[in-house]
């Protein structure tokens, strides 16, 4: 692929993002997301939407996020400055409210009255039970049975919120599997419905418009960097599952060259064994849940399970977007396995008192990797996308330490 | 574009004033030897068109029955190249009945576009319906396969409203298939003066015929569908009795050929009732 003159003017009229993305759903749904597309572009040009959005942002969510100088990880790898984007901070615990917020707003404006999303984590259907709670609107939340077992925490939090949960059993009963039921549900309340997706992946106008909501991660880092450092992060670093914090981070910055950007996936037991949630590194283009992108199959163009000890990754595809970011060259993709991101969630917990998700872990250990051979100048800029305090009770079972 | 087996089909119907009997299987359920059987045993049974699932892993638009059909087919093997395999099969003694090949857009669009259209006309394949390539997409699939002489089918919903209507048909090709219910195959059944003004509004816009699926369950429902269109889809039903007939393992029973080629028949006496 040739180089681009600007990464940021995706996607085009028809949602693609060069071959990726696309609208591939049945023609039941298509009005409903022609519409969304719609009621999109008219709210984000409309002041009132932006205000309350700001509004929301600041007092709701506690925005700005703080950027951190991690101290002690920087002593620890003895190379690049390492800083951390709080977005574990936000109200929820993740960066998934910031697009909750955007789409709950939208779905007031379009009159829908009852709200439905997936969750793999947890972390998104939190947000999403969280939004609806505070706006008055009934929610269900599709997520799979394996996920349920793993995410306990959070199915309480979401079930205090007032949130319907549906366990989905079919398939491996992961994130994959509760996209699926959540769209069947869709098809089936059309009328009444907005189904607010968690990352930046489905049918356009999805992907672009979760980007969007996303991107106040990547402008404020952009700003504070620039007010602490006096200018750009030299590398920017994420992990991928559908890829919405990694997005949201790495948009404002695509068309600044200087800045290295790195998104990290799920690993699992290694992207050498069938056992990964590496769509990127391990999978190839196909058609899923609404838009072309990269996917784990087999060469009859069946769907494989992904395997990732954090359910937020465990997803066989991945946002549109990374998939032409990878193919354009802009943004490296690498993997982080389990057991390296159970170390750096141990290792950031112990030196900065910060409890991180398993999700981030990702991202944090592969910082680890490339840190130590940067120079002391090199501003390296890590997205803590959640918090890990859902994940305490799995990471203690891996760490076969019984906590009752 | 040529005449088709399927336009043969509803014209040969439509001068007997009778109406379309669309059965739908997935392909190798629950396994390949036995649902070739299966198919080559519809026609005698009454089925006028036979749409054969392609099976997928996350069919996003079917409810449980479709799900554990394709799942069953996937377990046992089935491919889309063992689907084509299968079609070929059925050809070599039925060279009257229609194929529609129906199912999801990754499995053909890793086959590869150009050759799976070559090779399904080749098997003797009349027509295709994916259920995820609306007309925003037709210029992955749907225009080369019609290039090629193949119909391509379009799903038409409530949804679809009077402005959508003339880009839905626009490209569709053998038949409309209306879709009486928003919601998942297999679920809530459709209601008969809705469904009939409907099919008036679609037929408004195309001369083509319309067949109705989605919701059709019994012989009675497959009657009164019927008699305000131009034929009527049954899948979960008759892979229903599918699921029924397998024994304690979940395979093939003596009972499987003969009970689903039954439920087959009924639901055609339905249809021809109309």
């Given at each position: ?403 009752g | 574009m040529q005449q088709t087996r399927l336009d043969n089909t509803f014209k040969q119907l439509g001068e007997r004033n009778s109406k379309a009997f669309v059965a739908f299987v997935s392909a190798g359920d629950p396994d390949p030897v036995t649902s070739l059987k299966i198919m080559h045993g519809l026609p005698t049974a009454g089925a006028d068109i036979i749409e ?223």
């Amino acid at each position: 692929m040739s180089k681009a003159n600007s990464y940021t003017t995706g996607p085009d009229e028809n949602g693609r993002f060069g071959i990726f993305g696309g609208r591939f759903v049945a023609e039941t749904l298509m009005p409903l997301i022609l519409d969304l597309e719609k009621a999109y572009g008219a709210a984000r040009q409309d002041p009132a939407f932006l205000d309350q959005l700001q509004d929301l942002q600041t007092h709701y969510v506690g925005r700005p996020s703080p950027l951190y100088f991690a101290e002690r990880l920087t002593e620890h790898y003895g190379g690049a400055k390492i800083y951390l984007k709080r977005d574990e901070l936000n109200h929820t615990g993740s960066h998934k409210i910031n697009n909750c917020l955007g789409q709950i707003l939208l779905a007031k404006r379009m009159g829908k009255r009852r709200i439905i999303a997936e969750t793999g984590a947890g972390q998104h259907g939190v947000a999403v039970a969280t939004v609806a709670a505070r706006f008055g609107l009934p929610c269900t939340i599709f997520m799979g049975a394996t996920d349920i077992e793993r995410q306990k925490p959070n199915v309480f939090r979401m079930k205090l919120l007032g949130a319907e949960i549906m366990p989905v059993t079919s398939g491996a009963g992961t994130l994959k599997d509760a996209m699926n039921e959540a769209l069947r549900d869709w098809v089936t309340n059309v009328d009444s419905t907005f189904y607010i997706i968690g990352t930046v992946a489905g049918p356009h106008p999805y992907p672009a418009m979760v980007r969007d909501f996303q991107s106040i991660i990547g402008q404020e880092t952009k700003q504070q960097m620039l007010e602490r450092e006096g200018r750009l992060p030299d590398t920017l670093c994420a992990c991928i599952g559908g890829g919405s914090n990694a997005m949201g981070l790495f948009y404002p910055f695509l068309d600044d060259e200087s800045v290295d950007i790195i998104g990290v996936e799920a690993g699992g037991h290694g992207i050498d064994t069938p056992e990964h949630a590496a769509s990127l590194a391990g999978g190839k283009p196909g058609v899923l849940h609404g838009n072309r992108t990269y996917l784990l199959q087999d060469d009859d163009g069946q769907i494989t399970e992904g395997h990732s000890i954090s359910a937020g990754l465990d997803y066989p595809g991945i946002g549109p977007e990374h998939a032409y970011l990878k193919d354009t060259g802009r943004v490296t993709y690498v993997s982080a396995t389990d057991q390296e991101a159970l170390d750096a969630f141990q290792l950031c917990t112990k030196l900065e008192g910060i409890i991180p998700a398993l999700e981030p872990s990702h991202a944090l250990s592969h910082v680890g990797k490339i840190a130590p051979d940067l120079p002391s100048d090199h501003l390296l800029v890590m997205n803590m996308c959640g918090r890990g305090d859902k994940d305490v009770f799995s990471v203690a079972e891996h760490l076969n330490v019984d906590i009752g | 574009m040529q005449q088709t087996r399927l336009d043969n089909t509803f014209k040969q119907l439509g001068e007997r004033n009778s109406k379309a009997f669309v059965a739908f299987v997935s392909a190798g359920d629950p396994d390949p030897v036995t649902s070739l059987k299966i198919m080559h045993g519809l026609p005698t049974a009454g089925a006028d068109i036979i749409e054969l699932g392609m099976p997928f892993t996350d069919p996003m638009a079917d409810g449980p029955s479709i799900q554990a059909s394709s799942q069953r087919a996937l377990k046992a093997g089935m491919t889309l190249k063992g689907t084509l395999d299968m079609v070929r099969q059925f050809r070599t003694d039925n060279d009257e009945t229609p194929i529609v090949l129906m199912g999801y857009y990754n499995p053909v669009y890793i086959y590869g576009v150009d050759a799976f259209i070559h090779d399904a006309k080749q098997a003797g394949v009349d027509g295709l319906i994916i259920v995820d390539l609306p007309p925003e997409e037709d210029e992955e699939l749907c225009i080369p396969a019609l290039n090629a002489g193949l119909n391509f089918i379009r799903l038409a919903t409530p949804t679809t409203d009077d402005a959508r209507l003339p880009e839905v048909l626009a490209n569709t090709s053998g038949f409309v298939y209306y879709v009486s219910i928003t919601g998942i195959t297999g679920s809530a059944s459709p209601e008969q003066n809705v469904v009939e003004e409907a099919v008036v509004r679609i037929k408004r816009y195309t001369d083509l015929p319309v067949a109705v699926g989605f919701g059709v369950r019994t012989a009675e429902q497959a009657e009164a569908i019927a008699s305000v269109a131009d034929g009527a889809v049954v899948g979960s039903a008759l892979v229903d009795v599918i699921a029924e007939s397998l024994d304690s393992q979940g395979l093939t029973s003596a009972k499987t050929v003969t009970e689903t080629l039954k439920k087959a028949q009924e639901l055609a006496d339905g249809v021809k009732r109309a």
